[in-house]
């Protein structure tokens, strides 16, 4: 094989590559702004949890993502949610399925620290949604739920208006 023909290969392989990835470029880009003193952990477009149906955590048992055609704005975020239905009963009672701590990382919470919430990484307790921000954290918490959570409401009104930066 020449250099020539080696060349042209690796630049069609680069536009496959391109062409193959190209979707991602569209897709919406999540933010965590660790500047931001906001109680509620949105994207920069202010998205709570980064676009997904908290309330089918609760319905369907798993992580949904949602769509902006069904929104609902409560505490300075916009919540998502798959269907019309869910949305109507988030907007009915927004406390029982938005999440605890603003959709932060309830680990983080419990070591006076706020971090990304992760909507892969979470555990509804006692008709509660938490998320954490990794699997370490995840893990963390889940070995002492109970203890964890008592940590994080009482450190949560202390640090809820703080920048994550500042903590």
């Known amino acids: 094989m020449t ?7 690796l630049y069609a392989f680069g536009a496959a590559v391109i062409i193959a990835f190209s979707p991602l470029t569209i897709t919406p880009v999540f933010a965590f702004d660790p500047a931001s003193p906001s109680e509620i952990n949105t994207d ?8 997904f149906d908290p309330v089918a955590y609760f319905t369907e048992g798993k ?7 069904f929104s609902a704005k409560f505490e300075n975020g916009t919540y998502h949610f798959a269907t019309a239905a869910n949305r109507d009963a988030f907007v ?3 406390a029982k399925y938005a999440p605890a701590y603003g ?3 309830a680990f983080a919470a419990s070591v ?8 892969a990484l979470w555990k509804i307790v006692d008709n509660k949604l938490y998320l954490n921000v990794n699997e370490t ?9 109970p203890g964890n959570l ?3 409401n009482t450190n949560w009104p202390n640090i809820s208006k703080k920048a994550p930066k500042d903590l």
């Open 3 to 9: 250099y020539s023909s080696t060349r042209r290969k």
């Open 44 to 51: 920069t477009t202010g998205v709570a949890i980064r676009g």
């Open 63 to 69: 992580p949904t993502q949602g769509n902006s055609q």
């Open 92 to 94: 009915k009672e927004p």
């Open 103 to 105: 959709g932060f990382c």
């Open 112 to 119: 006076s620290k706020k971090a990304d919430g992760n909507p």
């Open 137 to 145: 954290a995840f893990n963390r918490w889940q070995q002492d739920i």
């Open 150 to 152: 008592t940590k994080a």
